[in-house]
């Protein structure tokens, strides 16, 4: 894979990780569903289900948002190195030009 | 539409009269229901209506979201190898092996992480429905009862005070079975908090070079 490609598959993951982070919220079904709303003994224990849950589905929204975070910092690593590399290619060019512009070199 | 979602209207006018002959005659001074009542904290009609309002499919539904954000990430193609040399290079390989191990692992992983909490949002689903279904059988027994049938006698009747220690004997016991459901409910979701899978935020656990950039060597791009 040449590294444009490579950023782009980085990006995707990047991409996938930020799109989870916006999109898990809205796969929580409520405190209702949990029965958290209801009377007495029933409604303590949808309370402390979904208090649970809550606590669980805000890790997983964090998870998304510090990897797609990490995911981003290796896009960054190979956009450096593709960097050194156009540099260099750059001026191995300039090289190949004067050298072909002075006058006994072939 | 289960037992309960048929039996819960049905039943709906017994319940009524059972929160009524104990709210208004109250029960046996001995009578268990007293305790049950204290410990569930509800009456009978209202445990019966909270019930028939859990819709375990919407907890199915969560986690079934959440599988499948769980397959995405395990389908994402973070690349792990790095069409170049050098020091960046080396440093590239070993971060996004561990963004993979992270993400998508075969240890912890984001990804075993969803699937966890996927397996305990159907833990609740499975509670909800197995609430269901004893509170359905139970008042089916209510219902048929004979207990009921004196209830019922005794209301249509008020002004016969005779069968009056017998309605309230009736309206507890019927009381007493329809809260022990709860009771007995309520003991196995504690088990299913207890029981519940590691959801925490998963740390990040790296193994780099100290200084990706700091590399000097040659970089070579195939």
């Known amino acids: 894979m040449m590294l444009a490609g490579t950023v782009t598959a980085i990006h995707a993951t990047a991409d996938l990780l930020g799109d989870a982070e916006r999109r898990l919220p809205a796969v929580d079904p409520g405190a209702t569903a949990f029965g958290a709303r209801g009377l007495g003994l029933l409604g303590e224990v949808g309370q402390e289900a979904y208090r649970h849950w809550q606590a669980a589905m805000n890790a997983r929204v964090r998870e998304a948002r510090a990897h797609a975070a990490r995911v981003r910092d290796l896009a960054e690593l190979v956009d450096h190195a593709a960097g050194g590399f156009r540099e260099a290619q750059h001026s191995a060019g300039q090289i190949h030009r004067t050298l072909a512009d002075e006058p006994g070199v072939a | 539409m289960d037992a309960l979602a048929q039996l819960a209207p049905v039943a709906a006018p017994l319940l009524r009269e059972v929160d ?13 229901v007293w305790r049950a009542l204290g410990r569930v904290g509800a009456t009978p009609a209202d445990v019966v209506a ?97 207990q009921a049938v004196t209830l019922r006698s ?58 990706p950039l700091a590399g000097s060597g040659p970089i070579r791009v195939e």
């Open chain 2, 50 to 146: 909270f019930v028939a309002d859990l819709e375990p499919a919407r907890l199915r539904a969560a986690a079934e979201a959440l599988r499948a954000q769980a397959a995405a990430y395990e389908q994402a193609s973070l690349p792990l190898d790095a069409p170049w040399e050098g020091e960046t290079a080396r440093h590239y390989r070993a971060a996004a092996a561990a963004a993979h191990e992270h993400l998508a692992g075969d240890g912890a992983s984001l990804a075993a992480r969803l699937r966890a909490q996927a397996s305990y949002v159907d833990s609740w689903a499975e509670w909800q429905q197995a609430l269901r279904d004893d509170l359905a059988r139970v008042l089916a027994r209510a219902m048929t009862s004979s």
């Open chain 2, 20 to 32: 009524t002959a104990l709210l208004t005659l109250g029960a046996p001074p001995t009578h268990p």
């Open chain 2, 154 to 211: 005794q209301l249509a009747r008020p002004t016969e005070v005779d069968g009056l220690p017998a309605a309230v004997q009736a309206a507890a016991d019927i009381a007493v079975v329809l809260l022990g459901v709860a009771e007995d409910a309520a003991a196995a979701g504690r088990d299913v908090i207890r029981a519940a899978p590691d959801l925490d935020e998963l740390p990040y656990r790296e193994s780099l070079p100290s200084d």
